[in-house]
């Protein structure tokens, strides 16, 4: 039987706060990876690919199955989740609607600072969002390296919401928020076909922040976030 070969290989840990580092490459594997759900984790392995002692990849690990994207059995160890099921993808959206309908309210107040880059965030998601629709419309699927850098943008306008409201509880709130979407992602493929809807309900909170409405934001967030917890419903239903 051949040895599981994790993408970790040439991936050098800085000593200077190893297990935290070690973590961020195991994280970014478990993200921009396509690993099998089941897939074991041996953590001789992944210690050798990384050239670390076996314990910051367990510290790592057990950090990691907090997040819900690995999962430990006794006497077997770590392996990559099972896909995200329907209940906790009605889970995921209730705390998202919790947390960012109050983050959007919050960033209001500082509209002035985030506009600009939640601007540039938006154009950058518009682009992209259309090279997604022409590779579909083509007949074909998109790119991977496209479809996570959309991705990584579309969430990087929530990420700058949260930053927006100075909080750096809500800010690591967002960390936590964000491994969650990326998850679902992988399970329904949920953002994949609907650019156009997530750039324009995007630009209905930019409008809102931009005039200083807090209410109008948190609205408009609400609104975007049930939109997307029916579409990822559909997906689900479809698969």
Known sequence: MSETVYPLAGNTPQRKGLRDSVYELILNMLMTSDIA????????????????????????????ERTGLVTRE????????????????EALFDARLVLECGATELAA?????????LDA??????????????AFAAGGPAPVDLLREYFAVDWQFHHLIFEGTRNPFLLDMSEDI????????????AGVTDAPDAVIEHGLILDALRNGDGDAAAAAMRDHIEKV???????????
């Open 37 to 64: 759900p089941g897939t074991r984790l041996s953590i001789d392995v992944i210690a050798r690919d990384l050239k670390v002692s076996p314990t910051p990849v367990r510290e790592a690990l057990v950090q990691l």
């Open 74 to 89: 006794a006497l077997k160890g770590y392996r990559v989740a099972p896909p995200i099921h329907s209940g906790q993808l």
């Open 109 to 117: 107040g500082h509209a002035a600072d985030v506009v600009p880059e």
């Open 121 to 134: 965030t938006l154009e950058k998601q518009r682009e992209l969002g259309e090279k997604v629709r022409r």
């Open 178 to 189: 964000s491994i969650r979407v990326h998850r679902m992602r992988q399970t329904v493929n």
């Open 229 to 239: 917890r029916e579409r990822a419903r559909q997906d689900t239903a479809a698969r």
